[in-house]
T-cell receptor
Framework: SAVISQKPSRDICQRGTSLTIQCQVD?????MFWYRQQPGQSLTLIAT?????????ESGFVIDKFPISRPNLTFSTLTVSNMSPEDSSIYLC???????????FGPGTRLTVT | TQLLEQSPQFLSIQEGENLTVYCNSS?????LQWYRQEPGEGPVLLVT?????EVKKLKRLTFQFGDARKDSSLHITAAQPGDTGLYLC??????????FGTGTSLTVIP
C-alpha cells in the first residue's frame, strides 16, 4: 500500500487567484491521478499526472486551468488557476502501481472560492 | 466515458439489517474495486475483484463480480453504525484508467 498526504487540507480563496495543491506519496508509484469531488458525490477524474511528460487531461479539463506537475515518482502538484466559485470542491490525488487493481487516495483538499 | 451506475443512491437502515449495493455498467472492466469514504477523508480501498463470477468476503461484507465483468454487488450482513459512509465502485479498463460509480451513501442508525 501507499500513504499519501496532501497540502493544504483546506483553503478559502478569492475569485481570480490560483491555488497549488501538493501531493506526496511515501513510495515510488507509476500512476498518479487528480480527481474532483463534490461532498457526498462521486469522483470526477481531472487528469493523469505523468512523470516526465505532460499530464493527460479528461474531457472538460484543460491544462491552462489545471496545470499539473510531476517532477518525480513520489510527488505531484495540481494548480487551480483563475478560480471562480464553481471551482469550489474537494480535490483528491491518488496513486497506483500501474499494474492494476489498487489505487490509494490522499485525504483531499477542500477548496472554497469566494 | 464508461458509466458506472450505482443503486441505491441513498440508503438509511437500522443496525443489524442486511443490505446490497449494486454497481452496473455496459462496459467490460479488467478489474473492479470497492471503496468506502468517510467525511473529510479520501476513499479507502475495500476490495478488488478481477475474475468474472469472483466472490470475496471481508468480514461482514461480501463482494461479487459479474460473470461478464460488467457489474458488481456489495452485500453487508448485520450492518453496524461503523459501516456508515459513501460506497464507491470503480472499474479499471485495460489502460489502467479508473472510472468511478455514482456512489451510494449509507447511513446505519443505531
Amino acid at each position: 500500500s501507499a500513504v499519501i498526504s496532501q497540502k493544504p487540507s483546506r483553503d478559502i480563496c478569492q475569485r481570480g487567484t490560483s491555488l497549488t495543491i501538493q501531493c506526496q506519496v511515501d513510495s515510488q508509484v507509476t500512476m498518479m491521478f487528480w480527481y474532483r469531488q463534490q461532498p457526498g458525490q462521486s469522483l470526477t477524474l481531472i487528469a493523469t499526472a505523468n512523470q516526465g511528460s505532460e499530464a493527460t487531461y479528461e474531457s472538460g479539463f484543460v491544462i491552462d486551468k489545471f496545470p499539473i506537475s510531476r517532477p518525480n515518482l513520489t510527488f505531484s502538484t495540481l494548480t487551480v488557476s483563475n478560480m471562480s466559485p464553481e471551482d469550489s470542491s474537494i480535490y483528491l490525488c491518488s496513486a497506483g502501481s500501474g499494474q492494476g487493481n489498487e489505487q490509494y487516495f490522499g485525504p483531499g483538499t477542500r477548496l472554497t472560492v469566494t | 466515458t464508461q458509466l458506472l451506475e450505482q443503486s441505491p443512491q441513498f440508503l438509511s437502515i437500522q443496525e443489524g439489517e442486511n443490505l446490497t449495493v449494486y454497481c452496473n455498467s455496459s462496459s467490460v472492466f479488467s478489474s473492479l474495486q470497492w471503496y468506502r469514504q468517510e467525511p473529510g477523508e479520501g476513499p479507502v480501498l475495500l476490495v478488488t475483484v478481477v475474475t468474472g463470477g469472483e466472490v470475496k468476503k471481508l468480514k461482514r461484507l461480501t463482494f461479487q463480480f459479474g460473470d461478464a465483468r460488467k457489474d458488481s454487488s456489495l452485500h453487508i450482513t448485520a450492518a453496524q453504525p461503523g459501516d456508515t459512509g459513501l460506497y464507491l465502485c470503480a472499474g479499471e479498463d485495460t489502460g489502467n484508467q479508473f472510472y468511478f460509480g455514482t456512489g451510494t451513501s449509507l447511513t446505519v442508525i443505531p
